[in-house]
């Protein structure tokens, strides 16, 4: 019984920290996304600008 009680207890632990950690993994992708959007508009924008 205290075995599956440790188990439960594990496992309930495991999933309030994963959700902080998905979290933060996805507001890092956000910012990469965004990050690399501005730097590929630049990149077009220095090259539109060399054209003219």
């Known amino acids: 019984m205290g075995r599956i009680l ?3 207890a594990a496992v309930v632990a495991a999933l309030l920290l994963l959700g ?3 979290g933060l993994a996805l ?5 990469g ?5 501005v730097a590929v508009g ?3 924008i220095a090259k539109w600008a060399k054209r003219t």
């Open 20 to 22: 902080p950690l998905v």
């Open 33 to 37: 996304l965004i990050i690399g959007a």
């Open 27 to 31: 507001t890092l992708l956000k910012w």
């Open 6 to 8: 440790l188990i439960i």
């Open 42 to 44: 630049a990149m077009f």
